[in-house]
């Protein structure tokens, strides 16, 4: 199986269906997760296709092919920056949707989540762009350092100096001690 974009899916374009059927799952999950599901499908094909017409400039030197998704799908999401932060907001005050359970589960659950995604929602919602971008891609994707910068396009000394800055004002801001 091809996992990377290579010369010859340049020319024969259809090799690039072995990537998209690789990581397109759990790159609509990584989108689902920052944004609403609504749009994680969207913008997970909008990410393959923007690959998919970037893919004469994949370098597999730089990285690998998951590290590269991921930053594209990130740089998508940017676009949305300002919907993901007044949906943190949003959850902040208001804690989490209601879901389909049964009425005890829900109101057991409502009260256990709501208190923590409130809390976690208005924290990340106080991060900047890069700090979130950081924490997020480890948290939701399940990137490695090496991975995040990759993705961001930045140093890997960056990505630990967002990523414990981070960690410090989400300590801070949820009232939890930095270990």
Do not use: C
Not at 30 to 54: H, K, N, P, W
Not at 75 to 90: K, M, T
Not at 126 to 146: F, I, M, N, W
Not at 153 to 166: D, E, F, P, W
């Amino acid at each position: 199986m091809i996992t990377v974009p290579d010369a010859t899916s340049v020319a024969d374009p259809e090799r690039f269906g072995a990537v998209f059927d690789a990581h397109y799952e759990e790159i609509r999950r990584y989108i689902g997760r920052r944004l609403d599901l609504d749009i994680a499908e969207d913008l997970a094909a909008e990410t393959f296709l923007v690959a998919f017409r970037r893919r004469h400039r994949f370098d597999p030197a730089r990285g690998g092919v998951r590290p590269w998704l991921y930053g594209i799908a990130t740089n998508l999401i940017g676009r949305h920056r300002r919907a993901e932060v007044r949906r943190y907001r949003a959850l902040a005050r208001t804690g989490p949707p209601p879901d389909d359970d049964g009425h005890d589960q829900r109101v057991a659950d409502r009260v256990t989540a709501g208190v923590t995604v409130g809390r976690l929602s208005g924290a990340l919602a106080g991060l900047s762009k890069g700090e979130r971008d950081v924490v997020l891609l480890v948290a939701y994707g399940g990137l490695t350092y090496d991975e995040v910068a990759q993705a961001l396009g930045v140093a890997y000394g960056t990505v630990a100096s967002r990523l414990s800055r981070a960690r410090n004002k989400l300590h801070t801001s949820l009232g939890t001690e930095v270990r």
